[in-house]
């Protein structure tokens, strides 16, 4: 599990994205990257780090569900997740 820390600083700079989306594309459209540059650094989408929605895991994430690649397995086997199921061939 990630430290809390890692998770609230995520969650901060969601919501900071979120806030300056609409002032971020229009600066881009009208080609102002002076102003661009004046925006608060987390301002920008390439900041954020996709994490696990449940412990907060940044490696191995599943993009589809939301989720790492051992979350996934654990929820997948106990059958918690709709229309997962295990492959045989």
């Known amino acids: 599990m990630a430290r809390k820390g890692k998770i609230e600083t995520a969650k901060r700079k969601e919501a900071t994205v979120a806030k300056y989306a609409v ?3 229009a600066l881009k459209a009208a080609g102002d990257y002076a102003g661009l540059a004046k925006l608060p650094r987390n301002a920008s989408p390439t900041r954020l780090r996709h994490r696990d929605h449940l412990d907060g895991r940044s490696r191995g994430y599943l993009r589809a569900f939301g989720l790492s690649r051992l979350n996934f397995r654990r929820l997948a086997h106990a059958g918690q997740l709709p229309g997962v199921k295990k492959a045989s061939w």
Do not use: M, P
């Open 23 to 25: 002032k971020r594309a």
